[in-house]
């Protein structure tokens, strides 16, 4: 174990890819070798609601990076997420199956993972994770972030087993909360996880399967994850040496905005919408940093993006911390109401989310688009373009969007 005082840049520095996994593979499988095969990155936010961005209307923040990103390719405006709360809607996105497919739909007194002890999570051994099917098709995978869909099979008190961590479902390398960003992770003056009793016990980072930090330096852990992410696209640019092009996947899985929320000093009071829109800021240039090094390395027209919500905001928080659910008319900018409902509800406040997919060589820039998708959505259309087949007898509930994406 090492201390919070342990620098974050030299933590991502020792997290060297797993050399094997013993994920299930449907017999059935398939891989097409004269599929596209592009990168895949996916942006995935917490807890934002429907109007929090200024892509969608939001007077109280600016996002130059997001805005740009949007831009270049097809933005909906019917999002739906698979369910309205964490563990559930999480599970969907890895695997493109319902939530009550998975078995992560809450023990019948909560509906996530409500502890990093918990004996329960997605199971590998039944449950095809987007990097375990693109492994299939010779892709590097790589996470960072929040998980929050388990650690170890077993109890507390017994060897701890990993059966849950994205290191079981695939995923090269890891740096990340296995857990959540829960209310007693909320950082002291020092920005770290400790004001309260439970938050060096709770709140902790994970490499590949080896606690790094604990308690959790929150304060700068958007900037710990967009480096771990910066170096596994820097690795993933020296793995194409002569002439050799090795397609990769990377999961961008922020705790913005979810609370209690933090933000590193050098951002607060930067915003028009308080903590809160400084929070979405603060993603904002991360997701300009990951960009920027996308266009750098060459990977820009040869990588399939997405960036959606896990669920809608969590309005019990209060109008200070919580997103937004405003609907704003495209053409003037007006508010035209309010989706009802948030997190943990499945009005359309808790699921309808913002939603964008980008492939700049096939997807016509400034696109909108009214259809119905899902969260779901994202596996089927990754494997899709990655030519990966899973077979008759493997059931994914998501459909992939090639007919409405594709100029």
């Not at 820009?300 to 109008?319: H, K, R």
């Not at 359309?348 to 989310?353: C, K, N, P, T």
């Amino acid at each position: 174990m090492v201390s919070h005082r342990s620098g974050a840049g030299a933590l991502v520095r020792l997290l060297l890819p797993l050399l094997a996994n013993t994920a299930y593979v449907p017999p059935g499988v398939r891989v097409d070798p004269s599929a596209l095969r592009p990168n895949v990155l996916v942006f995935l936010i917490d807890d934002m609601g429907y109007g929090d961005l200024e892509a969608y209307g939001s007077p109280n923040v600016s996002t130059p990076q997001i805005n740009s990103l949007i831009d270049s390719g097809m933005k909906f405006t019917h999002w739906i997420s698979a369910a309205p709360i964490c563990t559930p809607s999480r599970a969907a996105m890895q695997t493109g199956r319902y939530p009550v497919r998975t078995g992560c739909t809450g023990d019948g007194i909560f509906r996530i993972l409500p502890t990093p002890s918990q004996p329960h999570g997605l199971d590998p051994n039944m449950h095809v994770s987007i990097a375990t099917a693109l492994k299939q098709a010779g892709y590097r995978t790589g996470m960072s972030g929040k998980w929050h869909l388990g650690i170890n099979s077993n109890g507390p008190l017994e060897k701890q087993d990993r059966a849950f961590t994205p290191t079981a479902h695939s995923y090269d390398t890891f740096l990340g909360s296995p857990f959540t960003n829960q209310k007693f992770c909320q950082m002291d003056a020092d920005g770290i996880s400790q004001k309260h009793r439970e938050g060096p016990i709770f709140c902790f980072l994970l490499g590949n399967n080896t606690v790094v930090q604990q308690p959790l330096k929150l304060v700068n852990f958007t900037d710990a994850m967009t480096r771990h992410a910066l170096e596994f696209l820097e690795n993933a640019k020296a793995a194409q040496g002569g002439g050799n092009r090795v397609p990769w996947y990377f999961l961008m899985s922020y705790f913005h905005v979810h609370t209690p929320l933090f933000t590193a000093e050098r951002n607060r009071g930067r915003s028009r919408g308080g903590a809160f829109g400084d929070n979405i800021e603060e993603m904002d240039d991360s997701v300009g940093e990951i960009m920027s090094a996308i266009r750098r390395l060459g990977f820009a027209d040869d990588t399939l993006i997405f960036l959606t919500s896990d669920n809608g905001p969590y309005q019990e928080e209060g109008w200070d911390e919580s997103g937004r659910t405003n609907v704003y008319n495209e053409e003037n900018g007006n508010l035209e109401g309010r989706l009802k409902g948030g997190k943990g509800q499945v009005y359309e406040g808790g699921i309808r989310m913002p939603g964008s997919v980008v492939w700049p060589s096939k997807i016509k820039p400034g696109s909108v688009s009214s259809s119905m998708v899902s969260t779901m959505d994202i596996m089927p259309t990754v494997l899709k373009a990655a030519g990966v087949d899973l077979g008759p007898d493997y059931v994914l509930d998501g459909k992939d969007m090639y007919f409405l994406i594709i100029a």
